[in-house]
């Protein structure tokens, strides 16, 4: 299986702020790698795919960077409505398609 | 807007088989551009994909669960399904369907709103 690993667990900001998790891959997944948010009770929204393209209707404040085993997710100026949790996800393979485990964006 | 609606008993008992189902609208199943998909998620092992289903019936599953799981896949009904056997205290989750495009694009882009399962006597 290919691991993947975000950093931080949990991450204390304001509104504001500007935020950044990282994920990391056990083995090299070219840019096949997507970050979701989940809020309590729901279910994950997708934000960012390949890497770095924004899905449709999500707002610029939402980044994405990198390839290979490293990867970013950047939100500038942090909103109320984006404390929540936040996962990254490989494509590359699917056997299994993988999640790293979350990084919750709390308010400091 | 595609809609994906899970469903099923919320209750199961050791040593049972979990079945569940999600309802499709908004969009047909038969698409051949897209693969339905079965997620869940757990406190302590987070997301974990179980395994996904093609409109012909064609499956792939998560090797760690491939023993235990079974998924359906009903055009006329549009809708897909998910069995699991042999449950355990271990396999209550929520449980989420979804969908994801054909590959190099096979990142889940739509979800059903999940549903609880307790693995319990």
């Known amino acids: ?108 | 807007q595609l809609q994906l609606q899970e469903s099923g008993p919320g209750l199961v008992k050791p040593s049972e088989t979990l079945s569940l189902t999600c309802i499709v609208s908004g969009g047909t199943i038969s698409s051949k551009n897209y693969y339905w998909d079965w997620i869940r998620q757990t406190p302590g092992k987070g997301l974990e994909w179980i395994g996904n289903i093609y409109y012909n019936g064609g499956t792939h599953y998560n090797p760690s669960l491939t023993s235990r799981v079974t998924m359906s896949v009903d055009t006329s009904t549009n809708q897909f399904s998910l069995r699991l056997s042999s449950v355990t205290a271990a396999d209550t989750a929520v449980y989420y369907c979804a969908r994801h495009a054909s590959c190099p694009n096979c990142y889940f882009d739509s979800w059903g709103q999940g549903i609880l399962v307790t693995v319990s006597s």
């Not at chain 1, 667990?9 to 304001?14: K, W």
């Not at chain 1, 990282?22 to 997708?46: H, M, N």
């Not at chain 1, 890497?51 to 980044?63: D, E, I, K, N, T």
């Open chain 1, 1 to 108: 299986d290919i691991q993947m690993t975000q950093s931080p667990s949990t991450l204390s900001a304001s509104v504001g702020d500007r935020v950044t998790i990282t994920c990391r891959a056990s083995e090299s997944i070219s840019d096949y790698l997507a970050w979701f948010q989940q809020k309590p009770g729901r279910a994950p929204k997708l934000l960012i795919y390949k890497a770095s393209s924004l899905q449709s209707g999500v707002p610029s404040r939402f980044s994405g960077s990198g390839s290979g085993t490293e990867f970013t997710l950047s939100i500038t100026s942090l909103q109320s409505d984006d404390f929540a949790s936040y996962y990254c996800q490989q494509y590359k393979s699917y056997s299994p398609y993988t999640f790293g485990q979350g990084t919750k964006v709390e308010i400091k």
